[in-house]
């Protein structure tokens, strides 16, 4: 048996293309497997889910700063990036010292089972995904490998070698390449009936494009005439779905079959409760409109939107549960594991705190919580809006702890007075001669009493405000202003209904929302 070619002669992209072949079949197949077994511990759903869990305070903030609500699409990325540059390591290796790029593989593979057997929301079947993906990964390689390594790489050889007959009649890079690009269309091939086969089982949308929500039986007021200024480039008063802003910690979004879901209401109570879809919608439901805001947003951000909600009062259902005097907290679940801590006055007192089935006149977006998700007016949603909500437990913050609690952030959250300017546009080419200043301002369940416009360092002018729908929601404003050429600065500052002013003291996001004035350079031309 004649030896192959030694390996140091083979150029290192030949065999960091290996690497990455046979990642690709092998995270293919992952995929594949999970749409049948487990769609929510696919490999690239567990790894980018273990590191969200694992991510510190300043790299969610850093992620959300960057990319805002593409924060997840940018985790991908990253993920693939990092995963084909092992891919190509471990080609190196496993080609130059065997087997070391197999335990490459199989090292990865392994975390990403023990990241996906221990997340909150794993199922048995949880760790089979990434297993698979790794063994897959690693036997190509091994054959990938071998391939290249039979190969002829460089001149004729000696025609007394023993090897001679078998360079002429091994593999050459062409078929090299072929095997290859086959492993390579085979992982693709794979990854797409994936996620052809997810769709397919779930087809949530299907489901919630065929729900019909049940008449409110307290509708919601109209907006009132005077909410809406019409203002080019002012964000509207009512946030439609497809621009309301999301951040969670769900990778792979949960698809629910509303038959499926219930919600369990635990803990300190007198009588434990569960409730279903059916038994929710029966219920006498109600319609209001609530400003939900991140407490990521920076000072003058997006991440902060206006719906009318339909859903059914939490502080009714907590009466049926009878919870302990003791009890301080409610600690609502996710079905993805995420957990947000409540003060319990908030889902008890007069406000509009719902559990929510719809969303601007129709079932929630499956991205914003469907079935059901929480609205709480006044709180951030960190530690209020928690989406594809399955359970409340009635506790006390001195012996539970929610998803961001343990990573540093504040327990409560109350929703501090903000306002941010929103035209003239930081790109608009401004003209000199009469224009306007607007914004939007809010502290939800406070509300808005005013809002103030500084140009230039000079006098605080006080703005117009919009006619708000209710303290619940954020409020149009504007003022007028002949613009002089030259470069200008703007500030605005909102005053509350108790007649806080909002600060001009800069505060980070973390640990409990930004702080400070929204300032806007503009420059007009003559």
Not at 165 to 170: D, E, K, L, S
Not at 206 to 224: H, K, Q
Not at 422 to 450: C, S, Y
Request: charged share 15%.
């Amino acid at each position: 048996m004649s030896a192959p070619a030694p390996s140091g002669r083979i150029p290192r992209p030949l065999a960091a293309l290996a690497g990455v072949a046979a990642v690709v079949l092998g995270a293919g197949l992952g995929e594949a497997v999970a749409a049948l077994v487990a769609p929510a511990s696919s490999p690239f759903a567990a790894i980018g889910g273990g590191l969200i869990d694992a991510a510190p305070p300043w790299a969610k903030d850093a992620a959300i700063a960057l990319f805002g609500t593409g924060d997840k699409v940018a985790l991908l990325v990253g993920i693939a990036v990092v995963l084909l540059a092992l891919a190509a390591i471990a080609g190196v290796l496993e080609v130059r010292r065997p087997p070391w790029g197999r335990v490459l593989f199989a090292a990865v593979g392994v975390g990403g089972a023990i990241v996906a057997a221990t997340r909150s929301d794993a199922g048995l079947l949880a760790w089979i995904p990434s297993v698979i993906a790794a063994a897959a990964a690693a036997a190509t390689l091994w054959f990938l490998a071998g391939r290249l390594r039979a190969a002829p790489v460089g001149g004729a050889p000696d025609a007394d070698s023993p090897s001679a007959t078998a360079a002429t009649t091994a593999p050459d890079r062409r078929t090299f390449l072929v095997y290859s690009g086959g492993a390579v269309a085979v992982g693709i091939l794979a990854a797409f009936v994936g996620a052809v086969r997810t769709t397919g089982t779930v087809a949530v949308d299907a489901i919630r494009s065929a729900l019909r929500l049940p008449t409110p039986a307290v509708a919601a007021p109209p907006v009132p005439t005077g909410a809406e200024l019409d203002l080019p480039g002012l964000a509207r008063v009512i946030t439609p779905n497809e621009a309301f802003y999301r951040i969670d910690t769900a990778l792979v979004v949960p698809e629910i079959d509303p038959a499926d879901w219930s919600l369990r209401i635990h803990g300190m109570v007198a009588r434990e409760i569960t409730l279903t879809w059916d038994e929710l919608l029966a219920l006498p439901l109600r319609e209001s409109v609530t400003t939900l805001a991140c407490v990521s947003n920076p000072v003058g951000g997006d991440l902060i939107g206006n719906a009318k909600w339909l859903g059914y009062p939490i502080r009714e259902l907590l009466a049926r549960a009878e919870p302990s005097a003791d009890a301080d907290m409610v600690l609502s679940w996710s079905i993805d594991g995420f957990s947000a801590s409540t003060p319990i006055e908030a889902l008890t007192d007069e406000r509009e705190s719902i559990l929510a089935v719809g969303m601007n006149g129709e079932p929630l977006p499956v991205e914003h919580g469907f079935p059901v998700r929480m609205v709480v007016p006044g709180l951030y949603g960190y530690v209020s809006a928690t989406k594809w909500v399955t359970e409340l437990e009635v506790t006390r913050f001195d012996r539970k702890q929610a998803y961001w609690s343990t990573r540093g952030w504040s327990e409560r959250g109350p929703i501090k007075l903000q306002s941010r300017i929103d035209v003239p546009r930081r790109e608009q080419g401004l003209r000199a001669g009469d224009t306007v200043i607007a914004g939007m301002a809010w502290q939800q369940h406070v509300g808005i009493a005013g809002v103030q416009v500084q140009i230039d360092d000079g006098p605080w002018q006080d703005a117009t405000l919009a006619t708000a729908i209710s303290d619940d929601t954020w409020v149009q404003w504007s003022l007028p202003w002949t613009a002089t050429p030259g470069d200008h600065l703007l500030r605005c500052r909102a005053v509350s209904a108790t007649g806080d002013v909002q600060t001009a003291d800069r505060a980070a996001v973390a640990p409990d929302g930004a702080t400070g004035y929204h300032e806007r350079f503009v420059q007009v031309f003559t």
